[in-house]
């Protein structure tokens, strides 16, 4: 998957499952201070990337996730390790 | 203290109707919220009779995190509640500004339970559950989703007395009030309706099998009455102080006079005589009324053999020599079950602000032991002025309100 694919779906997945407003979608954005992501929202991303991408997030590697650019990285990274 | 319990809302989201109005059409014309649910038969139920209800759609009325915790009888009660308070006048600036409580009678939440296992077996790991389940497949999902959407500060749990439930609700409730230690109160009772919740119920061979006539399936006090019918929704009352009612200007729909309740000791499942009249006789007793001033019996009676008998032999104990009135809503809107307690307390105040009684559908002969009372077949017009709630549960758990036309 390319990562401009990751990202349209990343997108898609944070506006449609966790109900994000589209408007708020931007690298910069900060999960939880600007997209109002919780720790209860995060469990349920876990799910959300696992039924989409086939791959399972480890709590320890998001320490250091902050931005949604962070993240849309995170999800390249697991998806296209080289 | 000895303060007044008045109700100044209710709201109810039944199988007889999704609102107040719709309701108390139904309780006028005596029509049933009863279907046979063929996916039942295919999993192996003995009786595919239920209750029915649409599922409430929440999706762009509450937010995600407000619904991702919620089952279907907590969105039933979400919307009962979203009612009773607009009846009652109360706006979330007021849930803001005092300390308001909930007490919500629930005693399962079967799909939650069932859905986040199955889930752990198919994929061996509890981080693909997600974060939902767990605060709907507590019994306390009610109170708990509520309280939060709701902005709730006063007290907050949920009472499990079986089929009980809702009317234990309200007692507690009322005690609460009349104490002066809550001014207001938020309460009901919700009932799920999925074959998980009612399968091992099925099992004991407590669920009529008419199959072939639905509608006539509950039939309580009825001679050939079979067994129950499963039902489910919610039901909420607003319960305050009459000195906050009076302050805030509030319209009074009834007052709450009396509350009864008592166990039998004996079977977890047989209900017996005893119990109900002594439930009976402390309402009552609460009340300060005698037996005959009460106009209406709304009684438990759930369309199984052994228990209608028990209740009609415990009603004539009381209320013999007045020949007073008694029916059965579970005719109409089968088995509610947690929700009951509340919702047959709404069922009654409707007939008693719209003067009729409403039917007890299906009741075409009596036996012996139904014999005694004076059971009411079609809607009758009547002035109530009190009337008497009845709910019994597994457990052998009883209840029994006593509620009034407000006076000053």
């Known amino acids: 998957m390319q990562n401009d694919e990751i990202i349209t779906k990343i997108n898609s997945l944070l506006i449609n499952e966790i109900e994000i407003d589209a408007d708020q979608i931007s690298p910069e954005a900060d999960l939880k201070r600007d997209l109002g992501i919780d720790s209860l929202d995060f469990v349920d991303l876990f799910v959300i990337i696992e039924s989409n991408f086939g791959f399972k997030m480890k709590a320890e590697e998001m320490a250091g996730v902050k931005t949604l650019e962070d993240f849309y990285n995170y999800i390249i990274h697991r998806v296209n390790p080289n | ?408």
């Open chain 2, 1 to 408: 203290m000895n303060n007044r319990v008045v109700i100044t809302g209710m709201g109810i989201y039944s199988v007889i109707g999704k609102n107040l109005e719709e309701v108390c059409d139904s309780l006028q014309k005596g029509r049933s919220g009863i279907i046979l649910d063929q996916s039942r038969k295919e999993m192996g139920f003995r009786s595919g009779l239920t209750g029915m209800v649409d599922r409430p759609q929440l999706k762009g009325v509450l937010d995600r995190r407000m619904r991702v915790g919620m089952p279907v009888q907590g969105e039933y009660a979400y919307l009962a509640t979203l009612e009773a308070l607009k009846v009652a006048n109360l706006d979330q600036d007021y849930l803001d500004r005092n300390e308001v409580g909930i007490l919500y009678g629930n005693d399962s939440s079967a799909v939650p339970v069932v859905e986040s296992v199955d889930i752990l077996r198919e994929k061996k790991d509890s981080m693909m559950i997600g974060s939902g389940y767990i605060f709907q497949s507590m019994n306390s999902t009610v109170s708990m989703n509520l309280s939060v959407i709701f902005r709730l500060k006063g007290i907050n749990f949920t009472i499990s007395g079986a089929c009980a439930s809702g009317s234990h609700a309200l007692g507690i409730g009322y005690l609460l009030i009349k104490q002066g230690l809550q001014e207001m109160i938020i309460c009901g009772g919700a009932q799920e309706i999925n074959p998980e919740a009612t399968a091992s119920f099925d099992a004991l061979n407590a669920f009529s099998v008419r199959e072939s006539e639905p509608q006539k399936a509950s039939r309580p006090f009825d001679r050939d009455r079979d067994g129950l019918v499963p039902s489910g929704g919610a039901a909420t009352l607003i319960l305050e102080s009459l000195e906050s009612a009076t302050r805030r200007g509030a319209t009074i729909l009834g007052e709450v006079i009396g509350y009864g309740f008592s166990s039998n000791g004996e079977h977890i499942s047989l209900p017996n005589v005893d119990g109900p009249r002594r439930a009976m006789a402390k309402a009552i007793l609460d009340a300060g009324i005698p037996a005959g001033e009460i106009d209406y019996v709304n009684a438990h009676a759930t369309s199984t053999p052994a228990g209608d008998g028990n209740e009609a032999k415990a009603i004539d104990l009381l209320f013999g020599e007045y020949k007073t009135p008694v029916s059965s809503t579970k005719s109409m809107t089968g088995h509610e079950m947690w929700m009951g307690g509340a919702s047959e307390v709404v069922y009654s105040m409707l007939m008693m602000r719209n003067d009729f009684i409403a039917p007890n559908i299906n009741f075409e002969n009596p036996d012996d032991s139904t014999r005694c009372l004076n059971i009411i077949r079609e809607t009758k017009p009547a002035i109530i002025n009190t009337f008497l709630s009845n709910s019994f549960g597994f457990g052998g758990t009883n209840s029994a309100l006593v509620v009034k036309k407000f006076q000053l």
